[in-house]
Structure formats: structure tokens, C-alpha cells
């Protein structure tokens, strides 16, 4: 069994659907962080694990997803829980860690149709890729909210961002440790009705995301 960590806030609307394709072996583990509309009782009333974390901040709920997960099984992913990922794309993403051929493997957005990815986001998003591949040696072209990596692997980095910079510090700290980084290509589909990247849905959240991973690349 492969644990999916759910980072979510006011996700009640994509659930259902996203809960629904979950692929065979892989179990969903929502973390609840702040959410006002619902999302806990809708996650659960659909089958999966449900965490609650008052510490805001995506990396807080990662962490603490992360920390939920089985740790005799090992692997654990990481996806978005707005509906804009298709979870049955995870064992393609999974496929490379869970047959030893890398230690992190991370997605790459292509998107579905136009709008998807709003300009602005993908601007900051291809700056930054471009900042690490210079000078963290990762080659790596998205920053990307979908990944896959073994749990402990991944505890044993000790990342301490809780916020936007998470996924930023640990392609960082990936390729520091040297650990073999593939990137596998994954649909970008439009957010489920009813919700709203808390980063690319508006410039301001896409300036808050880029603040938070430049202070990663500061340190």
C-alpha cells in the first residue's frame, strides 16, 4: 500500500471526485489544515484517513501527512487536493522510487487546456526552476505539488520549511544529498468547481509563494 498525503484547506468540493479515482493500493490521507467549508467530514464520509493541523502552511501539512504514513510500506506521494491532478497517474509517478530507480521523483505540469496555469504563475515557477537548476545541480523545469519519495528518506533530510518553500527545499536539500531526482510528466486539469489554488489562483498568492521559496534559496 502507497500512502497519497492530501495537503488540503477548503477542498470539500474536488473531494468526492478525487477520492474516487484513487488507484488500488494507493490509500488517502487528507490533512486537514484550516479548513471552514467541510472538507474533513466530506474526506471522511469517502473513505480516507483524515489528520487535522493547526499550524498553517503547506509544509506544515505535508509534514505532517508524512509523518501519518506507513513506514514498514515505505513510499509516499504527494498531490494536491484541489482536483487538478489525476491520482490515477500516481503509480506512473510512484513507479520510479517503488523500483529503486531514483529517490525522488517529481511531476511536471502539462496543462490540459488553456488558462490552467495562469501566466504570472508560470513565470515565477519557470524563474525558480531555472535558479535551481543552477545552482543546486537539479534538473528539475517545475516546482511542482505532486511528488513521490520514500518516507523515510524523505524524514531523514530534515526539511524545516512549513510554508511555500517546501517543495523548494527539498529538491534543494535532494540534490545536495545527491540523490537521483526524475521528473515524469503529468496532466494539469482544471481545479474542481468551487475552489481555488491558494497559489496560482491569484498574483498575490503567487508573490507569497515566491517570497517563501526565494528565503529558501537565500539560506
Known amino acids: 500500500m502507497t500512502d497519497v498525503v492530501l495537503p488540503c484547506r477548503d477542498e470539500a468540493a474536488a473531494l468526492p471526485g478525487l477520492l474516487a479515482r484513487m488507484p488500488a493500493g494507493y490509500r488517502p490521507i487528507v490533512v486537514d489544515n484550516g479548513s471552514t467549508d467541510g472538507s474533513a467530514a466530506v474526506a471522511r464520509a469517502h473513505g480516507a484517513e483524515v489528520i ?25 506521494c504527494v498531490m494536491d487536493a484541489d482536483g487538478s491532478f489525476d491520482p490515477a497517474q500516481l503509480p506512473r509517478l510512484a513507479g520510479p522510487v517503488l523500483c529503486g530507480a531514483a529517490e525522488l521523483s517529481t511531476g511536471r505540469r502539462r496543462p490540459t487546456a488553456r488558462g490552467v496555469w495562469p501566466l504570472h504563475a508560470r ?3 519557470a524563474v525558480l526552476a531555472h535558479r535551481l537548476r543552477s545552482t543546486a545541480g537539479v534538473d528539475v523545469h517545475d516546482i511542482g505539488p505532486i511528488r513521490a519519495v520514500r518516507r523515510d528518506d524523505l524524514l531523514t533530510l530534515g526539511l524545516r520549511d512549513r510554508r511555500f518553500g ?3 527545499e527539498l529538491l534543494i536539500t535532494a540534490g ?9 510528466d503529468v496532466d494539469y486539469h482544471p481545479r474542481a468547481a468551487g475552489t481555488r489554488s491558494k497559489v496560482t489562483g491569484t498574483v498575490l498568492g503567487t508573490l507569497r ?7 529558501v534559496l537565500a539560506r
Open 52 to 76: 487535522s493541523v493547526a499550524e498553517p502552511g503547506y509544509g506544515a501539512a505535508v509534514h505532517a501527512g508524512v509523518l501519518a504514513a506507513d513506514p514498514v510500506d515505505g513510499v509516499v
Open 123 to 125: 513565470a515565477a515557477n
Open 166 to 168: 517546501y517543495p523548494l
Open 176 to 184: 545536495r544529498a545527491g540523490w537521483r531526482v526524475v521528473e515524469v
Open 209 to 215: 509563494a515566491v517570497r517563501d521559496m526565494s528565503a
